[in-house]
C-alpha cells in the first residue's frame, strides 16, 4: 500500500529565508511523486513532478525537490520564501499505470513574515 | 485550455435531501477523478473514469454515493440523503490517460464544490 507522510504540519519562515518542507512516502512500486499547492479558496495547483527521470526536479515560482529512494523522501525546497508563498502544500504519491488517483499527504501549511 | 470547471461552488443543504455536483474536465482528457477534502486533511479518492467507463471506486464511496459519466465527458457526482458527515470540499480532477501524453500523469483540479449539511 503506498502512503506519504508529511512532517511537519505548519512551517514558519519568515520573508527571503529558505523553505524547506518534507515529505516522505512508501511505495511498493516505482511512483510518480508530486507536491500541490492550495491557496486559500482556490484550487490545487501542480508545483512540480517526479516520473523516474532526474531526481532533481524543479518547479514553478521557484520551487524544487529532490527525489532520495535509499531514504524514500521527496522534500519540497525554495532557497528564498516570498509572502505570496503563503499556502497549504501537499506532497501526492501516485502508482501510475491502470490506476492513477493520487494519494495525498495531510498537508503543511507553510506563513510567511514580513 | 479551459481548465476543469465545477458546479455549484457552494451547496448547503439539509440532512436527509439529495444533491447533485457537475464536473466539466479539460476537453481533450479523458480521465476524470472524484475527491472529498475535509477540513484539515487532504483530499481523499473517491473514484474515477476513463472516457465513460468508471474504473475505480473508493471504499469511502458508499452506497448513498453515484458517479456518472454519460458521453465521457462532463460527470455527475449525486449524494442520497445527505448526513453531516458529508460536509466536505468535493474536487473534480482531469488527465490524460498514462502513455498518451508527455504530462500524463499530470491531474489538473478544479476549484471545487463546498458542501455543507445542516
Known amino acids: 500500500a503506498q502512503s506519504v507522510t508529511q512532517l511537519d504540519s505548519h512551517v514558519s519562515v519568515s520573508e527571503g529565508t529558505p523553505v524547506l518542507l518534507r515529505c516522505n512516502y512508501s511505495s511498493s512500486y516505482s511512483p510518480s511523486l508530486f507536491w500541490y499547492v492550495q491557496h486559500p479558496n482556490k484550487g490545487l495547483q501542480l508545483l512540480l513532478k517526479?516520473?523516474?527521470?532526474?531526481?532533481l526536479v524543479k518547479g514553478i515560482n521557484g520551487f524544487e525537490a529532490e527525489f532520495k529512494k535509499s531514504e524514500t523522501s521527496f522534500h519540497l525546497t525554495k532557497p528564498s520564501a516570498h509572502m505570496s508563498d503563503a499556502a497549504e502544500y501537499f506532497c501526492?504519491?501516485?502508482?501510475?499505470?491502470?490506476?492513477?488517483?493520487?494519494?495525498f499527504g495531510k498537508g503543511t501549511k507553510l506563513s510567511v513574515k514580513p | 485550455d479551459t481548465g476543469v470547471s465545477q458546479d455549484p461552488r457552494h451547496k448547503i443543504t439539509k440532512r436527509g435531501q439529495n444533491v447533485t455536483f457537475r464536473c466539466d474536465p479539460i476537453s481533450e482528457h479523458n480521465r476524470l477523478y472524484w475527491y472529498r477534502q475535509t477540513l484539515g486533511q487532504g483530499p481523499e479518492f473517491l473514484t474515477y473514469f476513463q472516457n465513460e467507463a468508471q474504473l475505480e471506486k473508493s471504499r469511502l464511496l458508499s452506497d448513498r454515493f453515484s458517479a456518472e459519466r454519460p458521453k465521457g465527458s462532463f460527470s455527475t457526482l449525486e449524494i442520497q440523503r445527505t448526513e453531516q458527515g458529508d460536509s466536505a470540499m468535493y474536487l473534480c480532477?482531469?488527465?490524460?490517460?498514462?502513455?498518451?501524453?508527455?504530462?500524463?500523469?499530470?491531474?489538473?483540479f478544479g476549484p471545487g464544490t463546498r458542501l455543507t449539511v445542516t
Open positions: 480532477a482531469s488527465s490524460s490517460t498514462p502513455g498518451l501524453a508527455v504530462r500524463s500523469y499530470e491531474q489538473y
Open positions: 517526479y516520473t523516474s527521470a532526474a531526481t
Open positions: 501526492v504519491v501516485s502508482e501510475g499505470g491502470s490506476q492513477g488517483n493520487l494519494i
